[in-house]
């Protein structure tokens, strides 16, 4: 849920939020990369933000190293 409350924050331009609701998304177990860095077309307004890049670099990081 917190990861479509981003996507409503991103469409309307609040970045903040968007990224901090992100990050609580993340934190939970949410790290599909691939999905959030390129494919979800409702983050397009932030994905140029410093504070989104870093949380894809983590986020990246725990998706090529997650183990079942």
């Known amino acids: 849920m917190p990861c479509w409350l981003a996507d ?3 469409i309307i331009g609040e970045n903040e939020k968007a990224i ?5 998304s993340t ?5 599909n990369f691939p999905f959030l ?10 994905r140029e933000d410093p504070r ?10 725990e998706w090529e190293n997650f183990e079942v």
């Open 27 to 31: 934190r939970r177990g949410f790290i």
């Open 8 to 10: 409503c924050y991103s």
């Open 37 to 46: 860095n390129e494919y979800d077309p409702l983050l397009e307004n932030i």
């Open 20 to 24: 901090e609701l992100l990050e609580y």
């Open 52 to 61: 989104f890049k870093k949380l894809m670099e983590r986020v990246k990081h």
